[in-house]
């Protein structure tokens, strides 16, 4: 299973035909960077306060359970707009101001963890957490791949949250799902295509890189037995 969310599944698929790679050096349930102690065990990779896409959060609002009182608590403790729930200035401040120990200190810890340290929100994250692993199975070339992904993602998710802004957030859900990648390439233009030439690129040189590392198979005898 991907380890990627939707719709950016979807998305991945619609610009390169297949889906994206896993990786199982990010180990979220045994959280190596804790282990190491360069993360504190209840802060992980959530040092900072996401803003959420209305259609994001509206689908975290359909989804009911411990999603909605999330978004239901930062809807009165967060800063929503029409478009994005978005964190607070003094929760901006606090992030600029420790963002140099990100990961190592709760004053800037995400508002959406829960008291089991896990996401409430995991399948409605924003793009930027959706592509987030603190390690890649290629090293370089696997953060290159993910940071195209990320920058074409963040690009669509605020694209599409124009589009269905309006009515609240749980209508900007129902309205979201029916908006495809093509209507997306119709409204982002240059600047999308850019954005997937760049990820298409980042895709050719990981999957350049995921051939060369495969070991070479044994030559073939003449019979086609290996020798
Ligand atoms: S992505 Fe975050 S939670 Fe998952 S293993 Fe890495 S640091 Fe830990
Ligand atoms: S939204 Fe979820 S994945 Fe993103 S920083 Fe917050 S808790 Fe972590």
Redesign the pocket.
């Known amino acids: 299973m991907s380890q990627l969310s939707e719709p950016y599944l979807s998305w991945w698929i619609a610009v390169l035909g297949e889906p994206p790679p896993h990786e199982p050096l990010?180990?979220?349930a045994n959280?190596?960077?804790?282990a190491e102690g360069k993360?504190l065990p209840e802060v992980?990779?959530c040092g900072y306060v996401p803003a959420i896409p209305n259609f994001r959060a509206g689908g975290a609002l359909r989804a009911g359970g411990e999603a909605r009182a999330y978004i239901e608590r930062r809807l009165r403790t967060g800063r929503p707009t029409e478009t994005w729930l978005r964190p607070t200035a003094e929760e901006e401040a606090t992030y600029d101001r420790t963002r140099m120990r990100f990961g190592q200190t709760d004053a800037s810890k995400c508002a959406y963890v829960t008291e089991r340290g896990t996401c409430a929100i995991w399948a409605w994250r924003n793009a930027t957490c959706a592509t987030?692993?603190?390690?890649h199975g290629h090293g370089e070339v696997g953060g290159a791949l993910w940071d195209a992904a990320a920058d074409l993602f963040r690009f669509a998710e605020g694209g599409v949250a124009v589009l269905v802004a309006g009515d609240g957030y749980e209508k900007a859900a129902e309205r979201a799902a029916s908006v495809t990648w093509d209507d997306l390439r119709r409204l982002g233009g240059h600047e999308l295509a850019a954005l997937e030439d760049a990820l298409r690129e980042a895709w050719a040189t990981w999957r350049a890189a995921d051939e060369a590392a495969r070991p070479t198979p044994p030559p073939r005898g003449p019979r086609g037995g290996a020798r």
């Open positions: 990010a180990d979220c959280c190596p960077m804790c993360f992980k990779c987030w692993f603190c390690r």
